[in-house]
């Protein structure tokens, strides 16, 4: 299993930002992902859940500001986020089953 991570970086409060996952090694289309995030000196914290069939699931946290969403032609996993506050500064991870990926870090600075 191979997960790649992109399209963090630093933006400004209130903006928005979409992340991309690549993924290989495993029945894409079949799979449920996720997105995971850690803050400096926090704990793994779980942002949201995609499942096969496309259902979703969000955190508290991002709820209502963050969308999961899937391209299985592609074999690629989005988190696109908007409304972007300082708290959300964080490594974002893709995640399917144990397998994680390297991670991307997104800053939002001011």
């Known amino acids: 299993v191979q997960l790649v991570e992109s399209g963090g970086g630093e933006v400004q409060p209130g903006r928005s930002v979409t992340l991309s996952c690549v993924a290989s090694?495993?029945?894409?289309?079949?799979?449920?992902l996720s997105w995971l995030r850690q803050a400096p000196g926090k704990e793994l914290e779980w942002v949201a859940t995609i499942t096969s069939a496309g259902l979703t699931a969000y955190g508290a946290a991002v709820k209502g500001r963050f969308t999961i969403s899937r391209d299985n032609d592609k074999n690629t996993l989005y988190l696109q986020m908007n409304s972007l506050k300082s708290e959300d500064t964080a490594v974002y991870y893709c995640?399917?089953?144990?397998?994680r990926g390297q991670g991307t870090q997104v800053t939002v600075s001011s």
């Open positions: 090694g495993f029945t894409f289309s079949s799979a449920g």
């Open positions: 995640l399917e089953g144990k397998s």
